[in-house]
């Protein structure tokens, strides 16, 4: 198993749509995670930390943490069309690094 | 803001050649980590440093080795390129210990090994 789990995708929702990202992670991941937004050709940039269990919002972003089902969400309300790009899930592994899921490429359509 | 600069954008290398790939933060930050990205399997870890000298391998270690002489500082070796390491290469760097995790990352190398 894979420490960090993404549906691969693709997913598209139409613009003004909530879009729903979802994330599963094994036991060696501990209780850190983090949502990286990549647009294509460029490098990921952090957009969400979760480190409690529940709903963090920040904007249109908000990320879910289900600690007992050892899932994270990202859900990003009212998508806009400059929100279409693949979406990274990681956690925290070891004392240091960090372990990320394949990615969840999202396109938002007008 | 925080800076991650990587050598080169993009870079084309024979099979059997030596490449260097280098990483500079200047942030003070004192993890380096080395990734590599490709379609469908996400990031990957070769190799990160929490301090000058100190080295763990992720991962995939197998065909790279890495340097960190000085805390901003961190490179990749490709001690001998083959076409299988034809990726995009990505560096990061982040605090230690310090109750903040989160990874910044340079722009990427685009190495293509003919």
């Known amino acids: 198993q894979k420490e960090v789990e993404q549906n691969s995708g693709p997913l598209s929702v139409p613009e003004g749509a909530i879009a729903s990202l979802n994330c599963t992670y094994s036991?060696?991941?501990?209780?850190?995670f983090f949502w990286y937004r990549q647009y294509s050709g460029k490098s990921p940039e952090l957009i969400m930390s979760?480190?409690?269990?529940g709903d963090k919002e920040d904007g249109r972003f908000t990320a879910q943490l289900n600690k007992a089902s050892q899932y994270v969400s990202l859900l990003i309300r009212d998508s806009q069309p400059s929100d279409s790009a693949t979406y990274l899930c990681?956690?925290?592994?070891?004392?240091?690094?960090?372990?990320f899921g394949a990615g969840t490429r999202l396109t938002v359509k007008p | 803001d925080v800076k991650v600069t990587q050598s080169s954008r993009y870079l084309v290398k024979r099979t059997g050649e030596k490449v260097f790939l280098e990483c500079v933060q200047d942030?003070?930050?004192?993890?380096m980590f080395w990734y590599r990205q490709d379609p469908g399997l996400g990031l990957r870890l070769i190799y990160f440093?929490?301090?000058?000298?100190?080295?763990e391998k992720g991962d995939i270690p197998e065909g790279y080795s890495v340097s960190r002489e000085k805390k901003e500082r961190f490179s990749l070796i490709l001690e001998s390129a083959s076409t299988n390491q034809t990726s995009m290469y990505l560096c990061?760097?982040?605090?230690?210990?310090?109750?903040?995790?989160?990874?910044?990352f340079g722009p990427g190398t685009r190495l293509t090994v003919t």
């Open positions: 440093s929490y301090d000058v000298k100190m080295k």
């Open positions: 036991d060696r991941v501990s209780q850190s």
């Open positions: 990681a956690g925290k592994y070891n004392n240091n690094d960090m372990r």
């Open positions: 990061a760097s982040s605090f230690r210990d310090r109750g903040s995790y989160e990874q910044y």
């Open positions: 979760i480190y409690s269990n």
């Open positions: 942030m003070d930050h004192e993890n």
